[in-house]
């Protein structure tokens, strides 16, 4: 049987709290194997943390949190902060880089001619960005310049396509928030358009992993795939398992909940800002489990 040149979980949305927490099953789940083999690293896609917008001291209380735990993960991760890791904060991601390090955007050297890029960012509605964050199509010009040869991977936190078809009209009426809409959580077309045109322009960028809206979601764009994952904090509480070929990349979603703790645990700790709709974030069968060809 051929073997995966290197594999990588992708978990965002995390939203780790004081009194949340999917992280220690999440992690459970990985040290344990029961699902699949340990990955070659990890990537948390930001809203690592839940945060608070009216509470100017919660990245202080929940950053080091975060930290503490994953100083128990026996796999090598990836990190950068977005909305949730900012929230209530003078100094947009202070406590993310006294934590994680200086760097809000970096790329990391993968196996067999990969390179992944991780970039932070605050969610953008015309408010005020993180300096020197993501955010910044000409950062990521650049950076894919000096990657020509290689196979890129590409990671931030909002999906740079809107995720998924809209909320069919008869389950409109159950949403917890009118007009919620998981498209809504994208970024606007005047923001993510730049970032789509220099993925274009270089044509190297394989995938762009994303979180956000809590759901599964895949769409395809001028040769590099969209991937949207949905969360381990609200229904279906999930996260992707992701298998690196010479010539494709498998993908898979992979639900410790009802082995870990029970789904009472879960289903107790839905995020009011992410509607619970039944078969909704779970998505598409072709959303969940898909392979990418190169
Ligand atoms: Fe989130
Ligand atoms: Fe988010």
């Known amino acids: 049987m051929i073997k995966p040149i290197f594999t990588f979980i992708h978990v965002p949305d995390v939203h780790l709290s004081e009194s949340f927490d999917a992280l220690t099953p999440f992690m459970e789940s990985v040290h344990e194997e029961q699902f699949h083999s340990s990955p070659d690293f990890i990537v948390f896609g930001g809203d690592n943390i839940n945060g608070s917008r009216d509470d100017g001291a919660v990245c202080e209380r929940e950053m080091p949190i975060l930290k503490d ?11 950068f902060c977005h909305n949730h890791d900012t929230w209530g904060e003078e ?4 406590q993310y880089r006294r934590y994680f390090g200086d760097e809000f955007n970096y790329s990391a050297h993968l196996p067999h001619g990969f390179v992944g890029i991780f970039m932070s960012g605050k969610y953008v509605e015309n408010e005020v960005l993180i300096e020197n964050a993501i955010d910044n199509a000409s950062w990521l010009d650049q950076t894919l310049n000096k990657m020509e040869n290689q196979k890129v991977l590409l990671f931030s936190h909002v999906p740079l396509f809107p995720p998924r078809k ?11 928030r009118e007009g919620w809409q998981a498209y809504g959580f994208g970024l606007k077309p005047e923001v993510s358009k730049p970032f789509r045109d220099v993925i274009a322009k270089h044509g190297h960028v394989v995938a762009h992993y994303s979180g956000h809206c809590h759901v599964h979601s895949v769409i395809e764009s001028r040769g590099t795939h969209y991937v949207t994952t949905a969360s381990m904090s609200s229904q279906p509480w999930e996260y992707r398992y992701i298998e690196v070929y010479a010539d494709r990349i498998v993908h898979r979603c992979i639900s410790p909940h009802q082995l870990k703790r029970g789904v009472g645990f879960w289903t107790n700790c839905l995020n009011e800002d992410h509607s619970d709709v039944d078969c909704y974030h779970d998505g598409l069968s072709e959303e969940r489990d898909f392979v990418i060809r190169y």
């Not at 735990?69 to 990190?79: D, T």
């Open 69 to 79: 735990k994953l100083r128990a993960l026996k796999v090598p991760y990836h990190i």
């Open 91 to 94: 100094c947009l991601g202070e």
């Open 166 to 176: 809209p909320v069919l009209s008869h389950i409109l009426p159950t949403l917890k």
